[in-house]
């Protein structure tokens, strides 16, 4: 008889009014690096980074960062890309315990929702490596920039962080390593907020309507 995966979730104050305005809120940007894109098969996580965006302003500390033992080589084309090596990650922990501490992090900060560019496969990193350690994600509150580029640019078709870092004038870090990106897309997202606001989208629930409007149409 197959046992059952255990539950692993983030614990997050979700508990919230609709009508809580966006600049109360406390917000964890995060981005991954993997060997390659195919996580739910042979990749897997070697970087998780994230950093807190409070009063719509991205903040010094805390900053999440840690290289991960993916317990495979890592492709040399990815070693280009991310400037990851295997000796970087040789020493590090493991996945799970990685997530684990970045799930205690958002926990004790009592995080409202994640955040994340294109996050979806960021999750989906995450989901792939609890479920190798026998856990079942339960997955978290989020929001996709690209959720909210796309209610802000309809006609946009790219994915680039880079690319909407520059169209929205916000600060840009070093690409292709998780901190780099996490403090780039935590940049981005305090700019696709204040044009929201500026639009009189203002409260969770408006940022909500934003996102569920917006999921299902990204880029497809």
Known sequence: MFGRSKPFHFSMNTDISLSTRLEDMNFYVFDTE????????????????AVQVQ???????????SYVDPERGIPEE???????????????????????QFAELVAKDRTNCLVGHNVGFDLQVLKSEL??????????????????????????????LDVYAKMFNCARYERHTALGDALTTASL??????????????????LLHIISKERNSIFF
Request: aromatic share 8%; proline share 4%.
């Open 55 to 65: 009063k719509l302003h991205v903040m010094e500390e805390p900053i999440f960062q």
């Open 189 to 206: 997202f305090c700019g696709l907020i204040e044009n929201i606001r500026e639009r009189g989208y203002t409260t969770w629930g408006d």
């Open 131 to 160: 479920q190798r350690a026998d856990y079942k994600l339960r997955t978290p509150t989020s929001v996709d920039t690209l959720s909210l580029v796309k209610f802000l640019r309809p006609s946009e078709e790219v994915k680039d």
């Open 78 to 100: 990815i070693v280009k890309l991310t400037s990851i090596s295997n000796d970087k990650v040789v020493q590090a922990p493991k996945a799970y315990e990685v997530i684990e």
């Open 34 to 49: 993997a060997t390659g894109f195919s996580v739910k098969r042979e990749d897997r996580l070697i970087e998780l980074a």
